[in-house]
Nanobody, 121 residues
């Protein structure tokens, strides 16, 4: 059974940091890419960052560059999103999803349930 489980969200002040986790099971992570998406209130879902597990290549949207880092723990089937210097625009529900490659639409059924991030003073 394919599962992706996000955790690590919470409430943080502007300038603070959070580390999101995407724990995967039921499939071989090495053959996929993992993308983090953000769904902000009254906005369309936005792709934030992606990592190709096989190559290690990473992608960041412009707003995340220099502040977010995506990486995989090689001892676990878990992908992390380290988020630093957070601001109110980063507020939203963060989802991880698996796909064949970073540029591809994530596979149906390969989505997590989301974790809420709120940046507020």
């Amino acid at each position: 059974q394919v599962q992706l489980v996000e955790s690590g969200g919470g409430v943080v002040r502007p300038g603070g940091s959070l580390r999101l986790s995407c724990e995967t099971s039921g499939f071989t992570l090495d053959y996929y890419s993992i993308t983090w998406f953000r769904q902000a209130p009254e906005k369309e879902r936005e792709e934030i960052s992606c990592i190709s597990i096989s190559s290690g290549s990473t992608y960041y949207t412009d707003s995340a560059k220099g502040r977010f880092t995506i990486y995989r723990d090689n001892t676990k089937s878990t992908v992390y999103l380290q988020m630093d210097n957070l601001n109110s625009e980063d507020t939203g529900i963060y989802y991880c999803a698996a796909g064949a490659r970073c540029s591809a639409t994530p596979l149906k059924g390969y989505w997590g349930q989301g974790t809420q991030v709120t940046v507020s003073s």
